[in-house]
């Protein structure tokens, strides 16, 4: 029997599936493995290259391949969809990741480093903190809004309900709603805590990237966007060119064209939205301070003359006819 020279690996929580293929195309095997086996097996086999999917816990398993010498390449899901031939199946998955990671054609994902997977997972909780945190916030204002207890928009009018909840001496709500929503000002403090040590790490970890600093010299970038930018792109010379990381990221307009005849419609948005929200707020912070300091950019002074600083999606459809020559 021949070996294995392309394998196509179906990834699972528990249960995995193998299928190796030979130099000609021939089948060699399918395998099903448990989670607890797959090292085992890889390591038996000779250096062959190992498709994955793009997905939960691919990049561990990248990394664990390539040490036991394997290539891998991690494909999107939606690129590998069009090989499955058949119903859906984990035997027919590994069949077509088997399939299209020789493709000529196929667009792989860079495979995350521990470092940079470490400052996206402190991304992701920091995000998630955040959510909480403003779901507290707004929990809070609707039971004081209940007793008549209402505050401003803002970060400082949330602080002065909170004030009335700790101070026991203000009689517009009841002892027993005191008591009630200060395990919500509890864990709304806890939570701002951690946010803020999320907050310290992320920073000390910029610092400590020569990529990240650089990236923070471009206005509108700060340390949030630039460790994020840097560990979710990783080496940016998988890229052709700047648009084509503009295309990865989903801020270039959503094509449908056919016959040689352009249509372009708004942003497709098909990228990573976390990061796409830190460019918005980032360039929406230099265009404040260009209103602010037009001396300091007075290209933008005259561009927000003609545009207004966030266009509804009507108007970017026509100005991207009118850009595109239609």
């Not at 095997?29 to 890889?42: H, M, T």
Request: some cysteine.
């Amino acid at each position: 029997m021949k070996a294995a020279v392309t394998v196509g690996l179906d990834i699972a929580k528990n249960v995995f599936q193998a299928h190796g293929v030979d130099a000609d195309g021939a089948v060699v095997f399918r395998k099903r493995l448990s989670r607890l086996k797959v090292s085992e097996f890889f390591s038996e086999l000779p250096p062959c290259l190992v498709g994955i999917e793009a997905c939960a816990t691919a990049h561990h398993w990248a990394r664990t391949l390539r040490t036991l010498g394997h290539n891998v390449k991690l494909m999107p899901p939606a690129y590998v969809k069009p090989y499955v031939k058949s119903q859906k199946n984990d035997a027919a998955d590994a069949e077509a990741i088997c399939e299209a990671v020789t493709g000529p054609t196929m667009r792989f994902s860079e495979v995350k480093s521990v470092e940079h997977q470490s400052v996206l997972s402190m991304h992701r909780l920091r995000a998630m903190l955040i959510r909480h945190r403003t779901r507290l916030a707004n929990t809070i204002r609707a039971h004081m809004a209940e007793f008549g207890v209402v505050a401003p928009i803002g970060r400082m009018g949330l602080e002065r309900l909170i004030h009335i909840i700790c101070d026991e001496a203000d009689d517009r709500i009841s002892p027993r709603v005191r008591r009630a929503l200060g395990h919500l000002v509890n864990q709304h403090d806890q939570q701002v805590m951690q946010i803020l040590d999320l907050d310290r790490q992320i920073v000390a970890w910029h610092r400590s990237n020569e990529v990240s600093r650089r990236l923070a010299t471009i206005p509108g970038i700060g340390p949030l966007a630039a460790s994020a930018l840097t560990a979710t792109i990783g080496d940016a010379k998988i890229f052709r060119s700047g648009r084509a990381l503009s295309a990865w990221l989903g801020l270039v307009p959503r094509q449908n064209s056919s016959g040689g005849k352009e249509r372009l419609g708004a942003i497709s948005k098909r990228g990573d939205g976390y990061i796409r929200g830190l460019l918005v707020v980032g360039s929406m912070a230099v265009i404040r301070y260009a209103q602010r300091h037009g001396s300091k950019r007075p290209w933008l002074v005259k561009l927000l003359e003609r545009r207004t600083a966030k266009m509804p999606r009507s108007r970017w459809r026509t100005r991207l006819r009118e850009w595109s020559g239609r």
